[in-house]
């Protein structure tokens, strides 16, 4: 069974696909990976990792706490999970880039 963080994140996951007018085709090809993927995310079937959401954020120009916003009112969430979320430093939104001379 999907962890209620899971399908919280999938469902701000499908949310925000839809607002940009994103495909879950043209998300899963900015991403690499094949739309029954995108899928599985959006409904809590598979978790997302750490790494992946960031790529996800950057594909959809929004921080990756976005994903967590309204974690609180989520029905079966651990109590203080969103508060968890916000209290962390703020991040970037794109990883900063290599230079050529490091």
Known sequence: ??????IHVGKRLRHQRWLVGMTQSELADALGI???QIQKYETGANRISASRLWD??????VPVSYFF???DEAEGA???AASFVRAAPATPRRAPEQS???
Do not use: E
């Open 56 to 61: 996800i954020a950057q594909a959809m120009d």
């Open 1 to 6: 069974m999907a962890h209620v963080v899971d």
């Open 34 to 36: 094949r739309f029954q």
């Open 69 to 71: 916003d309204g974690l």
């Open 78 to 80: 651990p109590d203080g």
């Open 100 to 102: 050529a001379d490091a």
